[in-house]
C-alpha cells in the first residue's frame, strides 16, 4: 500500500498544521503507523507513531506540540502540528512503522521565522 500524506503549506513559527493520511479501516486496525519527517538535506526520520492499540509515542523535538491520532472511523490517521518551529520543515510522509512499504508522495511543510 502508498499511502499519501497531505495538509502541508507554508506557516510562520508559531502557526499549526494538520496532515492526514488516508487508508483502509482494516489496514490501519493490522499496522502500527508512523509519520516520518524528512529535513532539506537529511534522511527521514520517524517524528511519531501510533500503535494498533491506540498509543502514540512523538520524538522528544516534537513532544508538547505534536499530536498523533486517528479519526473514529479508523480511516484517517492524523498529525496535529502546533507551535511549528524552522526547524519542522521538510517533508513529510506516512508509512508503516514496521517495514515500511514503497513510500508515497509526502507533504511538504515550510516554516518561517
Known amino acids: 500500500v502508498q499511502l499519501q500524506a497531505s495538509g502541508g503549506g507554508s506557516v510562520q513559527a508559531g502557526g499549526s498544521l494538520r496532515l492526514s493520511c488516508v487508508a483502509t479501516e482494516r489496514f490501519f486496525s493490522n499496522n502500527d503507523m508512523a509519520w516520518y519527517h524528512q529535513a532539506p538535506g537529511k534522511q527521514r526520520e520517524p517524528v511519531g507513531v501510533?500503535?494498533?492499540?491506540?498509543?502514540?509515542i512523538v520524538a522528544d523535538s516534537v513532544s508538547g506540540r505534536f499530536t498523533i491520532g486517528m479519526d473514529n472511523a479508523r480511516v484517517t490517521m492524523y498529525l496535529q502540528m502546533n507551535d511549528l518551529k524552522p526547524e519542522d520543515t521538510g517533508v513529510y510522509y506516512c508509512n508503516r512503522r514496521w517495514r515500511p512499504d514503497t513510500w508515497g508522495r509526502g507533504t511538504l511543510v515550510t516554516v518561517s521565522s
Open positions: 501510533i500503535t494498533v492499540a491506540g498509543s502514540t
